[in-house]
């Protein structure tokens, strides 16, 4: 489903500040897979979807998605097979606007534009019946406006909003991080109950080893931009987070310090 073939970005070429974001990373990922990502600060990890997501153009390689290459297209281009959720909450949704307008700009995500661009009452429906699942009360709210929102609601907003066309390839980019622990339990707990019950295909960034190991079917470990480990589900299930420090530091030959990794 989703293809990325020996990609390679350098930031500030031939500078003192020269950083090799990805190294010929190369990631194959089936329809349905849940991988989860970690990796020490700079490892790559939001470069890795920030390429995909086409935040930037690659040095070289190339990226497809359900067949269709998108290596050279815009992120505004990308958008119609990539729904994105990002470490802050503020990111993601537009705080002057309503709930159900926010809703209603994610339904109509890489669709041709119209003069009708009401919200009818097929949507208010939806949004309804989409909202209550989030469990916030957010359904009996859908005109009070996103900036009225705490954190955790504007995130869980944003989570709905990425996946309510279902879209090809979910990313999150440490989209708990920002929340308290009890908020970020209860998104990450909704994530994957959104991605189990729609069968999407995700990408998760998280600096926390007992959430990579739980979560997902696949955990990936990068380092210096490149990923140096892909552990599968039935290898996950037998590990510990001891275990998976010993094949950090096995794999990348250098010991692990990353204090948010340990702590968490």
């Known amino acids: 489903m989703l293809n990325v073939n020996s990609i390679t970005k350098v930031f500030d070429p031939g500078l003192v500040s020269e950083k090799v974001a990805l190294n010929r990373l190369n990631l194959t990922m089936a329809e349905g897979d849940f991988i989860t990502i970690i990796g020490g600060n700079g490892a790559g ?3 890795l979807l920030n390429a995909i997501a086409g935040k930037f153009f690659c040095d070289a390689g190339t990226i497809s998605i359900a067949g269709n290459d998108i290596t050279a297209f815009p992120e505004f281009k990308r958008a119609q097979w990539i729904g994105r959720v990002f470490q802050d909450p503020m990111m993601g949704t ?4 309503t709930i159900e307008e926010n809703l209603s700009i994610a339904i109509r995500r890489g669709k041709n534009r119209t003069l009708n661009w009401g919200i009818g009452k ?10 209550r ?3 916030l009360g957010l359904e009996e709210r859908p005109r009070a406006k996103v900036g009225q929102l705490s ?4 995130q869980a907003l944003t989570l709905l909003m990425a996946t309510i066309r279902k879209p090809k390839l979910l990313l999150l980019d440490e989209h708990t991080a920002a929340l308290d622990p009890s908020t970020g339990r209860k998104v990450l707990e909704l994530t994957n109950k959104l991605v189990s019950e729609e069968n999407l295909t995700a990408l998760m960034v998280t600096h926390n080893m007992r959430d990579a190991l739980a979560f997902g079917n696949r955990t990936i470990m990068m380092h210096e931009g490149r990923i140096i480990a892909d552990i599968r589900a039935d290898e996950k299930k037998r590990m510990e987070v001891d275990d998976l420090i010993a094949l950090f ?3 990348s030959k250098s010991a692990l310090a990353n204090d948010r990794m340990l702590l968490g």
């Open 45 to 47: 990890k939001s470069s």
């Open 94 to 97: 537009a705080s002057n606007m």
């Open 122 to 131: 097929g949507e208010k429906e939806l949004f309804y019946d989409q909202l």
């Open 133 to 135: 699942q989030l469990d």
């Open 151 to 154: 954190g955790g609601q504007r």
């Open 249 to 251: 530091e096995k794999s």
